[in-house]
């Protein structure tokens, strides 16, 4: 184990067994001591906590394990020459280290643990019979330990544990470190949660500093009157807002890839699993010259691309499928809620139907999730970030819909820019305030919970002599935490996606009736402070630790922001008819003709602009075509001569 | 020379020298035979051409020849086992042949021509004496031999030949093969004159193929009275021609990667010539690693991004210089022309202004032009393709406004459709059949009219007496050829760019006057099939053999198409409002209304498309993945034991 002395290794794997009622001892085949010394023969380094109900396998690995089981997972890492390889564990010393020094990053530590506890399997020939608490199971050949114990209910959970080291620096110098505003140590938080995460609070930070300029316009034409020159003020602030947003995100995509070119994360090859026909054994060199040939070739690549259209066909039906559910079941729900409320006049009766109306949607969504999430299972999607962008678009449609369509009701019903203004102010701050108590509560409250009936139960246990019993285990307190997913469901996204929902849904909100409340901004800044204080608190102190997911993007989200834009483009257009246009006498003449002239413009402009600012940063392209071909001078010569060897053969 | 039994090597680059007056033979001293011995000792074939007032050299290449100069060219080719490598003579075996079965395309064996020609550099360290029709002259040590003599004036021109056997079976089975109406050689093409003329040919012939479609919509629009339905047809062809142009240029995407994948050409690595920042000794290994070391990096980084920033504000000043200058100069005196020939009577007066206008144009075309190419060489674009792209976006600004802003005026001041009707079928047909006389001819003129020159001093030279001269070698009558070359100017751009500037022009013309000339389709669609056939011939019997050119897409075209679409969106809208909106009556009732938003509608189409077909065929990019992957996993073991095995020393 000399590998521990080389580098500091955390327990960051928990295993929950159900703490036994007799003591066995040493009994060898009591399943949990059979697989203590399993998990010990493969190199992993143990502590057992006994909780109040159950016991707590804490499992640490010495580098030198990982590192050989990631050369089995032929885990593929940059090296200081420049080109991804797979890493070799006697070639250690090749490969680029994370910016915290350790030589794994914890996603792939993660993958690792996987693999190694998953990959205890019964090698003899027959069945190893195991008991636990007088019940008796066979272990039969080729079958994964651990899985077989959690069918039989022996292992009731497995979930990553905290650091407590690196938590505690977190919690000090990034969530309750209140005077950097929007700066984060993103390094520290990447090591801690891996790239998406930490993409996340990237993005919001950049998203909340550059918040900034808009809110001091915002503010600014709230308070000064400019006299004459009023009417031309709007305008003025819709064309910055437009230009600010499709600005801000072509830098984001430029951030982004430097962000990754920083972690050393290079985009990984696809190899496409979607695609059923590459399943031949083609990993040979002869194989893959004999492709090449002119019948097998054309064969091939006509199977592929019918399994192409084929996967966009389905893709397209479910699509079609979500918009036309959207529009005729939605839709009308949505105007009914919106004009009865109009229409009703006591107070009660309106409160009485938001709260019906409340209750319903949450149904609603729920409802719509799951459909969506048992849509994409019949899509051939490439990879699980296929599939959870997939998702992404789908729930986000519903979303939309139901957060937006009474908004347009309203500015279209009334035509009158005070009522939309209180509207939005309405939702801007209530459903802001109210969403996050929402959030940061329940979770809380869960926890709470259960906390109270694991004691409880203790209590009653051991009758109420005892006194006073309490959670002695950090590991214990970590397990009656909640789970970091996502309200919809899940199996593919985790609690990422209420976060970036959150995100999208106020950007729509602001952007699309900037014009008629150019204040918003100033909100949505002040609120996205407190979000990232509250999202960093909420993954340290109320959640488990997060499984780690190796996305390097924001993903689909970034198309959503994209369509917003668009969208807002037109809304405020129209906006800006509704408003100058009161008596509704405009003709072609210069207003409307001006207004109109303006959306071009701005549309010339979001999809112009990025043309201008390329999405990566020349410094990366640069280190990554200097890396590519000093690695390719490298090998070129080898590769050929081992090439020429091989025919010989 | 056995390289020359495996593989046919034709005669390719021919040298024009001077015919000399005094035979001085046995001369080692003479230039011409110092040339030829040089020539020969790098191993090339030669065949001497005596013409009429010069003397042709031509040269061929034994297929080893080629292989050395590649392998010291390290030009980078694929590999059997999908990588790419840098050539090696010695395992020759390893590499993908051509299409055609050779081992180098026209494009590489060109580029190792004039590696070849010019490597012949004075290796001695004192200066030759050659002598010239008497005249003497030095050749200093490290001199290029050619360049030195180009300069002297001995070596008059080099230029690419035509070869013969495939001239012949191009012209029979391409230009001339009339049964075909679409369906063109392009593997051949490509083999004869590279990938970007055979980029252009497949882009033609494709984009030819899908306009049977609007053609044949638009002819039966102008057949048929759809009665009471009318009013609906327009907005419908429209609708379906925004689609069809959408999804003809996504699939051009598409048809254009799988292109570049037959002809196993791989995207280059662009190594960035326009930062100097980079160019320090940092081909080893152990630089690299130091380079990635904190300071350096950063250092490094910094100076990357301001000459990034740089770049783009040099870029965007020169954009703006052109805008500028065509709304401030071209604008007005375009405009002008178009209201005097509204308010001129006589047509003899308009006859004489319409001449002085194309008087004035042809000039002012010119300046814009040269002034675009200067304003380019200050730019610090990345590649030679880069630069043509700056150069096509500009000039094409200046034609644009030249093209449509009449045609604009008349629609927008008559109101009225059957005059910019009557407007567009006289640009079309007019200019379309003169354009392509004056296309054809002028070349066949300045071919004659050298020619005719040529003869005549010859028979001036030798008297009258000798009776009929003729051009007896093919060479020469090559050389009178024209070279394949803009109008605009021969450094940056060849013939290509007006060739694809008439497709632009005319595709700008049928698309944003859609509404207006639903039969301009057909007349379009004949055209392009005429087009095809005089572009080939143009191309095989009219010009010398055109230099080869890497570029591997349409390059800035492509960006120029889809603005050209999304500008035909806006303007039929407006002509959809002009039509039917005849009284000026309409508010943002109905029909504005309805218009406005099928507007809104197809840029969503436009914008929304593009992701529904990627732009890469599923097998294309497989073919990548898999390559890639399996070259990874060839070498990956061989790299990591060759880095540590550096490092000990």
Redesign the interface.
Same mark, same amino acid.
């Given at each position: 184990m000399n590998g521990r002395n080389k580098e500091h290794t955390a327990f960051e794997i928990a295993i929950v067994v159900p703490r036994r009622t007799f003591k066995e001892g040493d009994d060898i085949c009591d399943s949990v001591e059979f697989l203590v010394s399993e998990l010990q023969k493969v190199g992993l380094i143990l502590e057992r906590v006994t909780g109040l109900a159950d016991e707590f396998i804490k499992l640490a690995a010495p580098l030198e394990t990982l590192g050989r089981v990631a050369a089995e997972l032929q885990i593929?890492k940059p090296?200081?020459?420049?080109?991804?390889?797979?890493f070799?564990w006697?070639?250690v010393?090749?490969f680029?280290r994370q910016p915290d020094g350790s030589l794994f990053s914890w996603c792939e530590r993660f993958r690792c643990f996987h693999h190694i506890i998953y990959g205890i399997v019964n090698r003899k020939e027959s069945v190893v019979t195991l008991k636990f608490e007088g019940k008796e199971f066979g272990w039969k050949p080729g079958e994964p330990l651990l899985t077989m114990l959690q069918s039989e209910g022996v292992v009731k959970q497995i979930f990553p544990l905290h650091d407590e080291v690196k938590r505690k620096w977190l919690l000090r110098n990034w969530a309750l470190n209140w005077r950097d505003l929007t700066r984060q140590p993103i390094d520290e938080i990447y090591s801690y949660f891996g790239t998406k995460i930490a993409t996340y609070f990237a993005f919001l930070g950049m998203y909340t500093r550059w918040m900034f300029f808009p809110a001091a316009f915002g503010l600014t034409l709230q308070l000064i009157d400019f006299g004459s020159w009023q009417f031309l003020v709007l305008p003025f602030f819709f064309i910055c807002i437009t230009s600010w947003a499709v600005l801000f995100f072509q830098f984001w995509k430029r951030k982004n890839s430097a962000l990754l070119a920083r972690w050393r994360k290079s985009y990984p090859?696809?190899?496409?699993l979607g695609?059923k026909v590459?399943d031949t054994g083609?990993?040979s060199?002869q194989s893959?010259?004999e492709l090449?040939k002119k019948s097998g070739a054309d064969k091939?690549?006509k199977a592929?691309?019918r399994?192409?259209w084929f996967g966009?066909l389905l893709r397209?039906r479910n699509d079609a499928i979500v918009i036309s559910s959207i529009i005729c079941l939605q839709l009308p729900f949505e105007l009914a809620y919106a004009h009865l409320y109009e229409v009703l006049v006591s107070d009660v009766m309106k409160f009485g139907l938001t709260a019906l109306y409340l209750f319903a949607i949450q149904y609603f969504t729920k409802i719509g999730g799951k459909v969506s999430v048992k849509l994409i299972k019949y899509e051939s999607n490439k990879s699980i970030e296929y599939r959870a962008d997939s998702l992404v678009y789908k729930v986000f449609g519903l979303y939309f819909m139901q957060s937006y369509i009474g908004l347009f009701y309203h500015a279209l019903l009334h035509r009158n820019i005070m009522t939309l203004r209180q509207v939005l102010i309405q939702r801007l701050i209530v459903s802001q305030v109210l969403q996050k108590l929402l959030e940061n509560s329940i979770p809380y409250l869960k926890y709470s919970y259960r906390k109270y009936t694991a004691v409880w139960k203790k209590k009653h246990e051991c009758g109420s002599s005892t006194g006073k019993i309490r959670l002695a285990s950090r590991v214990e307190k970590e397990y009656l935490k909640p789970i970091y997913s996502a309200s919809i469901g899940e199996e593919v996204e985790d609690g990422l996606f209420d976060d970036f929902l959150d995100l999208t849904l106020q950007f729509g909100m602001i952007m699309m009736f900037a014009c008629a409340f150019p204040l918003a901004f100033s909100f949505a800044a002040l609120n996205n402070i407190m979000e990232m204080r509250t999202d960093a608190l909420k993954l340290l102190v109320m959640f488990r630790r997060p499984v780690p997911r190796p996305a390097a993007t924001i993903g689909a989200w970034l198309?959503i922001f994209q369509f917003l834009i668009?969208m807002s483009i037109?809304t405020n257009c129209g906006l800006l008819?509704c408003l100058y246009d009161l008596e509704g006498k405009?003709?072609?003449d210069p207003g409307?003709a001006a207004i109109?002239i303006m959306e071009?413009i701005l549309?010339?402009i979001k999809?112009g602009f990025s043309?201008?600012?390329p999405e990566e940063? +020349?410094?990366v392209?640069?280190n990554r075509? !200097?890396?590519?071909?000093? +690695?390719?001078?490298?090998?070129?010569?080898? !590769?050929?001569?081992?090439?020429?060897g091989r025919?010989i053969e």
């Open positions: 593929r090296t200081y020459f420049g080109m991804d390889l797979r070799e006697d070639e010393e090749a680029v090859i696809e190899v496409d695609y590459m083609s990993s060199v893959s010259v090449t091939r690549k592929i691309q399994a192409e966009h397209f198309n668009v037109c008819i405009w003709r072609m409307l109109l071009h549309l010339l999809f043309r201008f600012v940063p +020349a410094w392209k640069q075509v !200097i890396n590519a071909a000093q +690695a390719q001078e490298m090998c070129s010569k080898q !590769i050929l001569r081992s090439f020429s025919k």
